[in-house]
Each structure stands twice: as C-alpha cells, then as structure tokens.
C-alpha cells in the first residue's frame, strides 16, 4: 500500500548483529580494514623494489670502492645476511612499532646505531605543519571562492576568481614558488626567500618565513578544488528541486547553503581529498625550492646519499598517509550522502 | 460548485518572449474562483508549463516574462519582479517530477518545515506531521525522518503537494503532477486532488498533455496551442462538445480503453516557437481552414455559457466521433502461422546483494500479423522480457523460438539472420539513434549489415522506407537532433524495418511522445502489421493504447502473468483482481462523460461520494 505502508523501509527487530545496528561504524571498520590490507601489500612493494631491486644494498650504500670486508660487515649489521622474507617481516614488525631500523648510511660510515625514525621526526613534523596550514586554508577558501563563482556564474566575478586561479594553478610549484620569491623578497623585500628552520626550533617561531612555501602550495591546488565547488555548485543549482524551492519561496541563502552546497559537498570532497594527496608530493619540491628542512628535503637526501632505510620509511609514511586521507574522504561522503548512508 | 466563489486568481494579457524577441506565450488570460481545478491542456510546446512559471515571476532560461498583470490576494501585480512576493504566499507549485524535485539530502518533515518557516500563512496552525497526514501519508516521527530516496514515487508526489498546500496558498499550481507514475497511483493522487479541493478550499491550475486525465477532475479546461489559449469553458462542455478543431482533433487522438473507436491522428506537426503563422496557428492542419483564418490570428470567440474558442470557423467543427466504429482487431481464432513462441520464460535481475525476479513462466505466442501487448507497472518485467526477446537480457529459465526453432538466449550468439528477423524499438528515440549519423546512415546500417545490400540498392531502400514511414526523403541528410520526437520514431521504426523484420519488440514506442504524434505512430503500425504482416510484441503501461493496438493481452505484476486472453476480453471482463485496478485506475474520457451524465459531477468526486465518507478508505483499499 503506497499511502501507508513502508517500501523497504528498516525495520526496527530487537537484537542484532552489531554491523546492522551500526552500519555506519560497520563501514568504517571495513575500509580501515581494507585499508591495512593496502598498506601491507605497499609496504612489501617498497620493501622488494629497494632491497632487491639495485642489487646488494651494502654494495650500492660504500659505492664501488668498498672493500669486500666492510661490505660483508655492512650486510651483517643490516642483517642482509639472512633470508628477504625473514628480513621484510623483522623490518615490518618493528615499522610498526615506530622503529624504521638504522641509516644504513650512517652505519655504512661506521655508526653503532643511527635510527631513521629520530632522524625523521624533525622534518616530518616541519612538513605537518606546512601541509596541514595549506590544508586548513585550502578548505575554506575552495568553497568561499567556488560559491562565489558559482553564483555569479558567466559574470565578471567568476570569469576573474576561475581565470586567476586556472593560471595560477597552470604553474609548475617550482617556478611558482620562484616568482612569488622574485616579488616579495627580491622586489618588495618583505618576506624571507628561504624557509630554514634551524634543528631543535619549531617552524612556528618565525611563521613569516612559511608564508611563500604556503602560498606556492595554495596556488598550484586550489584551481582544483575551485573548480570542482564551481561546476558542483552550478549543476546543483540548475537542479530541479533548487527550482522548485525558488519557485515555491525558500529563502535565497537557505537555498544557497542547504539546498545547493550541502548536495555539492560530496563531490567537492573528493577532488579536496586529491587535493591534499596531490600535496603530498607538491611538497616535495616545494621545501626544495624554500630550502625548508621537512619530509621533502629528507627524502630527497636519502635518495641522493642511497639511504635506502630512510627512503623506506619515508615512503611508508607517505603511503599510510594517502590510504587513510582516501578513507577519511569516502567515510565523509558516505556520511553526507543518505542515498549511500541509508543502504549501507 | 458555484460560479459566484471568489475569485483567488486572475491572470491577464500575459506574453512570455525568447530573449531574441520570438513569442514563446501570447495573450494568455485566465481566471480561476477559490475550490476550482482548471485544467490547462497542451502538448508539448504549446506553452502550457511557460504559462504556469510565468506566474510566480519565473521564467526559464532563454525565455522572458514580457507583459503580465496578476490580480492575487486582492492586490493587482504588473511588474514581473514582483511577482515573486506571491511565491509560497498566494502560489505554489507542485512539479512534474518528484524523484528530482525533492532535495535528496533533507528529510520528509524538515522539507515541509522549511515551507512553514518561510512563509507568512505556513506558521498558523498544523505541523509537518499533520500536513503529511492530510495528504495520507504517516505523520509518525519515523516516516518524518525519511528521505526522498525512501519513498516510492507516489509517496514522494504527496510530500510535494504537503509542503505546496503547507505554506497555506489560494492558488495551487500542478504542473503534470502524475505524469511518470503508475496509473494505480495516479488515481489515488488524482482523488486526493479532489478531495483537497474541497476539504483545504484551494484553486488548482492542473497542467497535463493527457485529456482523459483533465476530465477526471477538472472544473473548467483550457486548452493551449502555439503559446495561446485556443479554447476554454466549463470541462464537460469542452469535451463533450469541442468548438475547436484542434480540441476535436486532441479528443480524436486520445485512446480509451473503455469505449475504443478507431484513433483519427491529426495532419501535420505543431507549429515552432519563431515559426508561428500571421494567422490562426492551426490553420495548416486544419480539415475547416478559410482563406479569411490566413488573415489574422482570431479572437477567442463566445460559443456558449462560459465557453469560448479562437476558431472562426467554430459553427463548422463537427461533433466528435461517437464510440465504437470498426477496429482492425485481428481474430486470433484463425489458422495464422505462429511466428514467436515464449515458452516459460523467467529472468532475473542480479545484483551483488540479492536476485529479483524480473519474469517467472510466460508464455504466450505470436502470430504472423498479430499484436500481443504485455501491460503492467513500472517494475512488472514487461520490459524486461522484451529485451529478453531480442537477446539483451540473459534468459534464466524457459525458451524462445521464432518460426519453431529455439533461439539462443543472448543475441551474440544468434545467427544474423536470426537477429534479422527479430527487431526492437525502444521507448526514447532520442537515446536510440546516434547523434552523429545522419538518418541516411542509420536506416541503412541494418540493412546493410543483416540485409546484405551494397551501398546503392540501400540509398534505394532508405527511400523506400521513410515513404513508407511517411516521412519526406529529404530528411536523409539530417541528423537525429534535427528532427521532433515523432520523426525520431519514424526514424527507429524505419531502421527496425530496414532489417526486413518478421518479429518487431515494441518497448513503450509512445509514451514519450504527444498524443496526436502517438495517433499516429499507432495507425501507421497497424497499417504496417496489415501490409507486411509482422507479428508485434508490444510493451506498455496505457491500457487505452492496448485497447487500440492489441489482439491478445498479457497482464503482468512483479514479473507474474496475472491474466491474459483476447484484448476484448480483458478490458471488458477482468477476471484478476490486478487487472481489475488497472483498469478502474486508467482514466477513460468516456467514462468521464458518462459520469457527468449520470451523476453530474466530475469522475473523481463521483468515485470520492460512492465509496462514503473518508477517502481514505478508497485510498487505503488497495495493495502496491
């Protein structure tokens, strides 16, 4: 009966399995789940491709000069000389317990022990707060800027906020970067053109010196984000049901906001989620070109001097990151869809 | 009803233009009394919708509300701007399609909640669950805290016109309001129309294509064509007695499935927004046109108490045709040779959590010549087992055979000449023909491929074809988009004969188009059945079409066959208690008639009084 009745509407049954009662958590655990599954299947890709694939680590760590003694010794002290399958399960089992092994770098120069993850600290911590700044005024200027433009869509107001933000967006990070560093520092002389953090301090004493590297960051993934509130935007606003709400008297901004955006929102979380992956690796080159001492320029190092411990780690840690940003992005959506919610 | 109620709404010397200056609406006057329903009727272009937007200010894109005066809630409005002071106060709207009009992330009582907060008359008095109530629905907390993609369409249709009827209007605007829904369902709205009508005291603008559904409830009819009011009066004078020819010409068109006479398409298409004629729009399709209609537009001219029509030539429009006259309905008790058998068929439709069940153990056959119509709910399988037929739709059970061999289930694996003999045409022309090719192309591309014709003697062929089809050959270099919807499906059913078919599937073929387009469709498959002889399996949901089309009925429901036997026999004597619904819930314009007759009240009001007091019983009585 269409009147009364309930199409497949949830019937409330007394005691169920929890993943029915709460499916939502159910969800949850279910792609933290997958997302561990991922992340062990990474981690056994970086394992094999930078222990196996150079060749002899200790070899390619001493160069081609080493002696065959200080090789042999170097393979013992990072336990080369055992199985792979043994030595990727040790290596796994202490990552994850925070420890990434030693430098072999350091105790290739003759290091008693040099643990990756005190080295790494430092600079993973510079580069969190680099992104998360960026990450935290991407947000909010995605959706202030895209709405605006959405609701003057075709007019001067959008035509400059999309046209400026695809140009800059259209820039490399690096020559981005270096143009901002050729104004403010160069022409204008008001902020710092490199971001040295000296060990042991906080990037935060001096905050005028992340302005650059956070406007770079802004620039080049904004565009995106703007983009995709925009056209979101439009498309919801040209949606029957904001017609019907016009026509039938809603008032503008209840429409606006809880009409329009709330059914943009999901879409424009998933391009934010790129976004901030996409940050991950514009970060890279941006500490290089600020010469500020985070992940980046850590990672960069370790490539150069072979430190193929600390790229390990590194590498790790960066894909632990991109796999719960992916899981964060779909919960939310799942979360602001009821289409999605209500069939889980 | 009487005439001396207030008037609630009068709309005067309305002209709605393109951007570029071309007149979409032109003169448009209408005066609607507070517990009337006037029907507004028109096909598609003729400005019906434009007409109903324009009233709240809004204009769609492209188009401009250029003159307009509105007299509401005892205020005279000129300046289009300002009409939007009436949204949600004098006015609201209710649209054609509640799956989108409903915002998909709010929930049922909060989407009436924002209609109450927002306007003046919407704080007095009831609250969401109340109003969800009035329109039968439950006023619980638990269905108040649904979303739109948990109600099923008639439910989602009833919230609309909760939250329009919430704000506490004079005037309720319903722009096809049942169009998309099943015809159970419809009825069940369509009541509940009626039944606010009196009970809330409002006016309603009731817009649709579909005259047999006016006549179920409307007070008084308008009928639009080419962005103007061609005729209006009381509604049974307008149906019953049509003064102008395009009215006739409406009625001629519309199917009924309770008393059927042969369909009497109308010539020509619709005139074009930009295309419109000095003179009468209709002239070039009219069987009574005068040299005087050429000269200019006329006026809408008294015919009788409160009836008026733009016809000049309105003393000279015949009454309408009377039921009965002769139907080609074949007899199915001859020795035609069988060309498609189904044989127990089933198919599901499987999904990573469950299996439904599409279609369990039909069986029917077709002979050469003959029409099977299969006719349900959106849901019943019909189309399912067409494309079933054609080899789209993995078979799960049961065979098909085609001139006594079976078939492979899945059209890769038919023979081409197998595929050649059996054609499909589907329900959106414009979804079925590629965009890029032009009709040249697409014609010939069967019988190419499966009728093994070189590039010439297929030039010849797609002649030949669009002849037949009754479309002009100098079409053959256009492309889809270039064509109206009614071409578009001369085009598909050309193609589908250009394979020289013996079997052709036809899926909903009409229901996307205009009535007086589906006429004509229709007479030309029939004359297309008699001519070459093909066995049709015709898919629909409008048993006024079945009526005219079918030999042989199969009703289905949840992928059963509830009944099936000769098409006379069906409509006339039911047996199945499903089938009975359908057919008392199909809106019939004779039937209506006959009801003003006999009861003098419109259809609706008269099924409202005969099952007593409380609607709801009538609305409660049946399962879905």
């Known amino acids: 009966m269409e009147a009364v009745g309930p199409p497949p509407a949830p019937t409330a049954v007394a005691p169920r399995h929890w993943r029915r009662r709460f499916p939502l958590t159910a969800f949850?655990?279910?792609?933290?789940?997958?997302?561990?599954?991922?992340?062990?299947?990474?981690?056994?890709?970086?394992?094999?491709?930078?222990?196996?694939?150079?060749?002899?680590?200790?070899?390619v760590v001493l160069g081609r000069n080493a002696t065959p003694q200080s090789v042999a010794s170097l393979e013992a002290k990072l336990g080369l000389d055992e199985p792979v399958v043994t030595r990727y399960v040790d290596w796994l089992g202490n990552a994850v317990t925070g420890d990434f092994g030693d430098s072999?770098?350091?105790?290739?120069?003759?290091?008693?022990?040099?643990?990756?993850?005190?080295?790494?600290?430092?600079?993973l911590r510079n580069s969190l707060i680099l992104a998360g700044i960026t990450v935290l005024l991407m947000i909010p200027l995605s959706f202030l800027l895209g709405v605006y433009a959405a609701t003057r869509a075709g007019k001067p107001g959008d035509h400059i906020t999309s046209l400026t933000s695809l140009v800059i967006g259209a820039f490399p990070e690096f020559v981005f970067g270096t143009l901002l560093i050729l104004v403010f520092f160069s022409l204008l002389n008001v902020l710092p053109p490199v971001a040295l953090v000296p060990p042991g301090t906080s990037p935060l004493a001096e905050p005028e010196a992340l302005v650059l590297p956070i406007l770079t960051l802004l620039g080049v993934t904004l565009a995106a984000g703007i983009r995709q509130v925009r056209g979101g935007m439009i498309d919801v606003l040209e949606s029957n049901f904001v017609a019907l709400a016009e026509i039938n008297g809603l008032p503008r901004r209840r429409i606006l906001w809880r009409y329009a955006l709330r059914n943009a929102l999901p879409a424009s979380i998933q391009i934010i989620a790129q976004n901030i992956l996409y940050l991950l690796g514009g970060i890279i080159i941006v500490e290089s070109v600020f010469a500020y001492p985070g992940v980046g320029t850590f990672l960069v190092e370790a490539v150069n001097t072979r430190d193929v411990t600390a790229v390990?780690?590194?590498?790790?840690?960066?894909?632990?990151?991109?796999?719960?940003?992916?899981?964060?992005?779909?919960?939310?959506?799942?979360?602001?869809?009821?289409?999605?919610?209500?069939?889980? | 009803m009487s005439a001396e109620e207030k008037v609630a709404l009068r709309v005067s010397g309305l002209e709605v233009a393109t951007t570029k200056g071309a007149a979409i609406v032109e003169d448009v006057s209408l005066t609607l009394r507070q517990g009337e329903i006037l029907g507004v009727v028109g096909e598609s272009g003729s400005g019906k919708t434009t007409t109903a937007l324009s009233l709240f200010g809004y204009a769609s894109r492209g188009a401009r509300v250029e003159?307009?005066?509105?007299?509401?809630?005892?205020?005279?409005?000129?300046?289009?701007?300002?009409?939007?002071?009436?949204?949600?106060?004098?006015?609201?709207?209710?649209?054609?399609?509640?799956?989108?009009?409903?915002?998909?992330?709010?929930?049922?009582?909060?989407?009436?909640?924002?209609?109450?907060?927002?306007?003046?008359?919407?704080?007095?008095?009831?609250t969401p669950g109340q109003w969800l109530e009035s329109v039968h629905l439950p006023g619980d907390e638990e269905f108040g805290k649904r979303y739109p993609h948990q109600l099923s369409g008639g439910q989602q249709q009833r919230v609309c016109i909760a939250?329009?009827?919430?704000?506490?209007?004079?005037?309720?605007?319903?722009?096809?309001?049942?169009?998309?829904?099943?015809?159970?369902?419809?009825?069940?709205?369509?009541?509940?129309?009626?039944?606010?009508?009196?009970?809330?005291?409002?006016?309603?603008?009731?817009?649709?294509?579909?005259?047999?559904?006016?006549?179920?409830?409307?007070?008084?009819?308008?009928?639009?064509?080419?962005?103007?009011?061609?005729?209006?009066?009381?509604a049974e004078e307008v149906l019953a007695r049509p003064r102008h020819p395009y009215t006739r010409g409406l009625l001629a068109s519309t199917p009924d499935h309770v008393h059927t006479r042969p369909l009497q398409p109308m010539p020509g298409i619709a005139v074009g927004v930009g295309d419109r004629p000095q003179g009468c729009a209709f002239a070039a399709r009219c069987p009574q046109r005068q040299d005087r209609c050429l000269a200019a537009m006329p006026d809408l001219l008294e015919v009788g108490a409160g009836h008026r029509a733009r016809c000049l030539e309105w003393e000279r429009t015949p009454a309408p045709a009377a039921a009965g006259g002769h139907l080609s309905r074949r007899d199915l008790a001859g020795d035609h040779e069988v060309l498609l058998e189904v044989r127990n068929l089933a198919a599901e439709h499987r999904s990573r959590r469950e299996t439904v069940v599409a279609a369990s153990d039909v069986s029917f056959s077709v002979a050469k010549g003959a029409c099977v119509a299969l006719v349900g709910e959106s849901g019943s399988g019909k189309t399912t087992i067409a494309r079933t037929i054609v080899g789209l739709h993995p078979v799960a059970g049961g065979e098909i055979l085609l001139g006594g061999e079976s078939l492979p289930a899945d059209a890769k694996k038919r023979s081409s000449g197998q595929r050649r003999r059996i054609q499909m045409i589907m329900q959106n022309p414009a979804d079925a023909l590629n965009p890029r090719r032009t009709i040249e192309w697409s014609i010939a591309r069967p019988a190419r491929v499966l009728g093994g014709m070189g590039r010439r003697e297929a030039g010849a062929e797609v002649r030949r074809l669009l002849e037949a089809v009754r479309l002009s050959a100098g079409i053959v270099d256009?492309?889809?988009?270039?064509?109206?919807?009614?071409?578009?499906?001369?085009?598909?059913?050309?193609?589908?004969?250009?394979?020289?078919?013996?079997?052709?599937?036809?899926?909903?073929?009409?229901?996307?188009?205009?009535?007086?387009?589906?006429?004509?469709?229709?007479?030309?498959?029939?004359?297309?059945?008699?001519?070459?002889g093909l066995a049709t399996v015709f898919i629909t949901h409008d048993l006024g079409v079945v009526a005219h089309v079918a030999d042989f009925v199969l009703v289905l429901e949840h992928g059963l066959v509830c009944e099936q036997g000769p098409a006379a026999e069906i409509l006339a004597r039911p047996r199945h208690e499903y089938t009975r619904r359908l057919l008392e819930s199909a809106p019939s314009l004779s039937a209506a008639l006959e009801a003003w007759q006999t009861v003098g009240d419109t259809p609706a009001e008269a099924v409202l009084e005969g099952t007593g007091p409380g609607g709801g019983s009538v609305l409660d009585s049946s399962g879905g």
């Open chain 2, 478 to 532: 256009r492309y889809p988009h270039e064509l109206s919807g009614g071409e578009r499906q001369r085009v598909a059913i050309a193609r589908a004969l250009a394979a020289d078919p013996e079997v052709l599937v036809c899926d909903e073929i009409t229901s996307a188009l205009d009535v007086s387009v589906q006429a004509a469709i229709l007479e030309l498959l029939d004359d297309l059945r008699s001519r070459l």
């Open chain 1, 28 to 59: 949850l655990v279910r792609r933290i789940a997958a997302g561990l599954v991922l992340l062990l299947a990474t981690s056994a890709f970086i394992f094999f491709a930078t222990q196996i694939l150079p060749g002899n680590v200790a070899q």
């Open chain 2, 67 to 126: 003159r307009i005066a509105v007299e509401a809630e005892g205020e005279r409005i000129e300046d289009p701007r300002r009409l939007a002071a009436l949204r949600g106060e004098a006015l609201s709207y209710v649209p054609q399609d509640p799956g989108t009009a409903l915002n998909p992330s709010l929930r049922v009582a909060a989407a009436i909640e924002d209609m109450l907060r927002a306007h003046r008359r919407g704080a007095e008095g009831r």
């Open chain 1, 104 to 123: 072999a770098v350091q105790l290739g120069q003759g290091a008693k022990s040099a643990p990756v993850a005190s080295e790494l600290g430092e600079p």
């Open chain 1, 312 to 344: 390990e780690a590194v590498s790790l840690i960066l894909a632990a990151i991109y796999i719960s940003i992916n899981i964060l992005a779909d919960f939310l959506v799942v979360v602001l869809v009821p289409k999605l919610r209500t069939r889980l």
């Open chain 2, 163 to 234: 939250q329009a009827l919430a704000c506490g209007p004079d005037v309720v605007v319903l722009d096809e309001p049942t169009t998309g829904l099943d015809v159970v369902t419809q009825a069940r709205i369509l009541r509940e129309l009626v039944r606010l009508r009196d009970e809330e005291h409002v006016a309603m603008i009731y817009i649709t294509h579909d005259l047999s559904v006016v006549a179920q409830i409307a007070n008084r009819i308008a009928v639009m064509y080419a962005g103007r009011i061609i005729e209006e009066g009381p």
